[in-house]
């Protein structure tokens, strides 16, 4: 890379700064759309306004008439016309917080797993009826239209579709939030299966173009990386260090509206595209090497072309520090130099933001933070640290120690050197509290630093986290007690009031009221429309549990919800559902940790047991198996696991002694519109891991709210599940978290569970007689050989006690009244799982920021 000519790494001259041209339009224009101008809480336009409106759109953003247009067409012309809505409402948010100056949060995520936009929008302005009167006149179709829709994937599962949940709570609370995050050019890979193997085609979802972002390069921000760092006298005497660089690149801001269901509040989620810088082209294309200049470009899009698809084992890749550190910097200089006043003293930083880093993936916004404000504000060392130890706290997701992100020094100060310096130092001052508090003890110390000594010299981003953050949380009640007691003891020790809990919960508006839309029509004329954004209140729905008029019409929205889901999947898929199965639920990713290979070892044996004769035909329940899980694409086990769940389903589903009675179902690409297809027609919900495994979920949250089942572990939030709905609506199974913990002290033994139970071996050698290989005796091995010889985590010694409680599960179902029961009382019991509720916890506990209203 070129060494770039730089000062206290700002930008070569004035003229070249990125923000120079905005600065000169001064204050936001008025809005010029006719619709921008409705005020705001006004009610959405009449139905022939809608249909001018949205041809208008068609006509001149899409450059068609209504005659000759193309779905995508009309897809984007109605997306822009429910936009242009929008518009009014989210300046008005903006001025009005600005205006107000309130503290705001400010939520790092690398990863938003969003779902499609369209439907959302339309449910959160009230505009659903009115677009489907519309479109009707216009010859088209809602759903139809809807469905043209490429759903943005840029999170891998649980933890970027929670920072999505949490983005429209705290929009639907009015409180005012930032998402800050990155635009991935290509989100999570598209799976497919070719003979049963998992092939990765990329994420295209931007190609048909992206209606619902306003990218803002006149705001762009420049981020530097590499060089060195050196150390000079100011003006007043003072030793300073700055960093001299050696290449940048530019992030370019890309808006999208997070609007607040029903309210007029729309937030801002605010993701990065990275840039070659013209100074860093410049300098390549002078020198005369165009290829060079060229190839220089590609390297800096690189940063956001895609997004890592590892969920909890992340790779220590060094494109993944940058695409971290890029995130994080536009983000921190976004709102520093944007969102607060010219004069603001950043002394008082704290009174206006709280950075939220979810997960240690954004943590590196610490030593940033300290860098900004000393290197570049004049503050000291003190000064610096005062300030930034308040404006951060630090989500935990894990208890995986290979989820730990551990980034190599060599690494980090060969692409951050004065981010490095200022970790050590961190460190330094870290330590010497901590030989305050324990005087001598130096194996403490030792063992509390955020710089590691094995295998190799690396920062613990997690430390570096719990240090630096204002508080430190777990996801359930659970993860939070053994994150104390187990990944963090030292530091929940010194610093007990620092860690608490907040539960994880789903957004009603997603997940319920826009997925189940016969259940919410249901609950709506039942115990009104308040629910919605006031979960707790599905309580009133308790009694109705025993009006049979109620269990039928409840019973009746499960019913049409499985009818939608066998049309999606027979389009989507060519997969046939049989009517009439109880309709058996795993969908997350595949991990080893949540035990897919559990659920299947109960579907083999079940179909083992009917081949050799142990069950007659008519004592298998008829049951569905649907899975959804992506594996990380080099992740083998997980793979495999895959390839042998599709071929056991091959088998299964085509074997007639089983007269239809059992399937197994595998829709590929497992993402959030599937999700809302899938979770409201679950009767019975698969939430297996390992106990200890799984720091929270929250797909089990949104299959109870839908009415499903759960047959579960005592882990996560499976326990605060099943505490809430009882013992007898939830199906427990398995070891509890000591239990597991102490067999593995004792030294667990897969191979004896193996012999030691007749149906569980029956089983196991059922796949290695090559039944499900076509003769191949040894397709399966590693997946067979490690639940035989290692099982990490446990499926074997859980297996007996699984296939007992999916026998209580049969019982249950077969009187469906009773099932119905529990199932509404799920419903009825659940509504504390709720993202509104985790965004209450985070505002009382964490943030102690306060809604606008
Ligand atoms: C909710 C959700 C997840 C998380 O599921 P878990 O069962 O909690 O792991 C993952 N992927 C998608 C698409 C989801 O909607």
Redesign the pocket.
């Known amino acids: 890379m070129p060494e770039l000519d730089q000062k206290n790494g700002q930008p070569l001259n004035a003229d070249e700064s990125p923000n120079a041209d905005r600065r000169a339009l001064g204050p936001t224009q008025p809005p010029t759309h006719p619709l921008a101008t409705a005020p705001v809480g006004a009610p959405p336009f009449s139905v022939d306004g809608f249909v001018k409106e949205f041809i208008h759109e068609l006509n001149t953003n899409q450059g068609v008439a209504l005659s000759r247009s193309s779905v995508n067409d009309q897809y984007l012309a109605l997306a822009s016309t429910v936009k242009n809505y929008l518009m009014a409402r989210w300046l008005e948010t903006g001025r009005k917080t600005r205006d107000a100056k309130v503290k705001a949060v400010g939520y790092l995520s690398a990863e938003y ?1 969003l ?1 499609r936009q369209l439907g959302n929008a339309l449910l959160a302005t009230d505009l659903n009826d009115i677009a489907k009167k519309g479109l009707e006149l216009c010859g088209l179709d809602l759903v139809t239209l809807r469905n043209q829709e490429v759903e943005p994937g840029l999170g ?3 933890l970027g ?1 929670l920072a999505a949940c949490f983005i429209d709570s705290l929009a639907t609370m009015d409180v005012p939030c930032i998402g800050y995050g990155i635009r991935y050019e290509y989100g999570i890979f598209r799976q497919t299966f070719v003979d049963g193997r998992q092939v990765e085609q990329p994420d295209t979802w931007l190609a048909l173009g992206s209606p619902w972002e306003f990218p803002h390069p006149e705001a762009s921000v420049q981020v530097n990386f590499g060089g060195r760092t050196e150390t000079y006298t100011d003006a007043d005497g003072t030793e300073r260090t700055r960093w001299v660089p050696e290449w940048n690149v530019l992030g370019v801001p890309y808006n999208y509206m997070v609007p607040g269901y029903l309210n007029g509040r729309v937030n801002t989620l605010r993701l990065w595209s990275a840039q070659a810088t013209k100074a860093f082209d410049l300098a390549i294309f002078n020198a005369g090497d165009y290829a060079q200049a060229v190839r220089a470009q590609t390297f800096a899009e690189n940063i956001s072309k895609v997004l890592y698809p590892e969920d909890s084992t992340p790779q220590g890749k060094e494109l993944r520090l940058q695409q971290q550190y890029f995130f994080v910097a536009c983000s921190l200089r976004d709102f520093i130099e944007n969102e607060l006043e010219d004069d603001f003293d950043l002394h008082d930083l704290d009174q206006r933001i709280i950075f939220q880093l979810n997960d240690t993936h954004p943590v590196i916004a610490v030593p940033e933070l300290m860098r900004i404000l000393m290197d570049e504000k004049g503050f000291s060392w003190d000064e610096a640290w005062e300030v930034t130890s308040k404006c951060f706290a630090y989500t935990c997701h894990t208890l995986l120690p290979e989820a730990l992100e551990v980034w190599s020094t060599d690494l980090l100060g060969r692409l951050l050197p004065r981010h490095l310096e200022i970790i050590y130092a961190i460190n330094e001052q870290f330590l010497a509290e901590v030989r305050e508090a324990y005087p001598g003890d130096e194996l403490r110390a030792r063992r509390m630093s955020i710089i590691a000594e094995f295998p190799e010299r690396g920062v613990r981003m997690a430390y570096l986290s719990t240090y630096a953050a204002t508080k430190v949380n777990g996801v359930a009640a659970l993860h939070s007690q053994l994150l104390r007691d187990k990944v963090l003891p030292d530091f929940s020790e010194l610093w007990p009031d620092k860690f608490t809990n907040v539960t994880n919960g ?1 957004t009603p508006r997603r997940f319920v009221k826009m997925a189940n839309p016969k259940l919410s029509e249901l609950i709506n004329d039942t115990i009104g429309a308040g629910w919605v954004t006031d979960l707790e209140r599905l309580k009133e729905l308790e009694p109705f549990a025993e009006d049979p008029e109620f269990r039928e019409r409840f019973a009746e929205a499960k019913a049409w919800n499985k009818r939608r889901l066998t049309q999606v999947l027979r389009n989507r898929d060519g997969i046939d559902l049989p009517d009439g199965h109880l309709l058996d639920v795993m ?3 595949l991990h080893e940790y ?1 035990r897919q290979s559990l659920k299947l070892l109960h579907i083999v044996s079940l179909y083992e047991q009917v081949l050799s004769g142990k069950l007659t035909v008519d004592q298998v329940t008829p049951r569905t198996v649907v899975f ?1 899980a992506k594996a990380a694409p080099g992740y083998k086990m997980a793979k495999d696991t895959i390839h042998l769940i599709n071929k056991v389903a091959e088998v299964v589903n085509a074997d007639p002694k089983l007269e239809g009675r059992l399937k197994v179902a595998f829709p590929a690409n ?3 519109t ?2 809302e297809k899938l979770i409201p027609a679950a009767d019975l919900s698969e ?1 297996i891991s390992l106990a200890g495994m ?1 720091a ?5 949250m ?1 299959c109870a709210l839908n009415g499903a089942l759960t047959i579960g572990t005592d882990d996560g939030a499976n326990v605060e599940i099943r505490e809430l709905v009882g013992d007898k609506h939830f199906f427990l199974f398995g070891m509890s978290e000591p239990e597991v913990a102490d067999l593995g002290a004792k030294g667990y033994s897969p191979g004896a569970y193996y012999e030691g139970n007749a149906q569980l071996k029956a089983a196991i050698d059922l796949i290695l007689s090559g039944h499900f290989s076509g003769g191949d005796q040894h397709l399966f091995d590693s997946v067979v050989y490690n639940l035989l010889h290692s099982d990490r985590f446990m499926a074997l010694a859980d297996f007996q006690s699984y296939v007992d409680a999916q026998a209580r599960v049969e019982e249950r179902y077969a009187d469906r009244d009773a099932w119905t029961r529990s199932a509404i009382l799920n419903v009825a019991r659940t509504g504390f799982f709720s993202s509104d509720r985790s965004m209450r916890d985070y505002i009382q506990r964490i943030w102690h920021t306060q809604p606008m209203l």
């Not at 929270?696 to 089990?700: A, I, L, P, Q, R």
């Open positions: 797993l779902g891998n599962g649980g579709r789903v969908v997350k990713r949540k959804g497992y993402n959030v599937l999700a939430q799984e929270s979920g929250t797909g089990n949104k």
